[in-house]
């Protein structure tokens, strides 16, 4: 039986990756890991996903995937450059071609100041790509329906930037 979480998507970021010897890093906080489990299920993973870190807490941001406690003082931990800086770190620590970083509000309620369904998605490229970017997304429903569309969004972006690559 096939994994519920697998789309088509994620087989084909899998499958390219696979064919560009590249691989992937994340650095998760509203999913909880929920993006590298969903890469995992695709038969394969193991060839370009290194790791993922739950970084749930400010304290785990900073110690696991080395965000500076400037940085979340500055702008909190739902915001663009924290995503970014999540992204970068997940590369770096796992020495990954691409870092993805996840952060936002699911709910039930707002966080931070931040309506739910308030997700900054930050995808950082191999060095030599110099990218590093942001999306900000606005999704809607449960918390369920909130970390998987912000899955499922996480990778249609990090195929379209690999595939462009």
């Known amino acids: 039986m096939d994994d519920p979480l697998v789309s088509d998507e994620a087989r084909s970021l899998v499958a390219e990756l696979t064919v560009r010897r590249q691989t992937v890093a994340t650095a998760e906080s509203l999913t909880a890991g929920l993006l590298a489990a969903t890469l995992a299920g695709v038969p394969g993973a193991s060839a370009v996903l290194l790791g993922g870190l739950v970084t749930y807490t400010e304290a785990t941001k900073i110690t ?8 979340l003082a ?12 999540l992204a970068v770190g997940a590369q770096q620590r796992c020495k990954a071609s691409w870092g993805v970083g996840l952060t936002g509000a699911a709910g039930p309620e707002p966080h931070g100041g931040h309506p739910v369904g308030t997700v900054f998605l930050g995808v950082a ?20 329906d909130i970390r998987r569309a912000a899955v499922q969004e996480a990778i249609v972006r990090l195929r379209a930037l690999v595939a462009a690559n």
């Open 64 to 71: 696991l995937a080395g965000v500076a406690p400037d940085l």
């Open 74 to 85: 500055a702008v909190g931990p739902i915001a663009a450059p924290t995503a970014r800086a």
């Open 125 to 144: 490229g191999p060095p030599e790509s110099k990218i590093a970017e942001v999306v900000e997304l606005h999704l809607s429903g449960s918390r369920w």
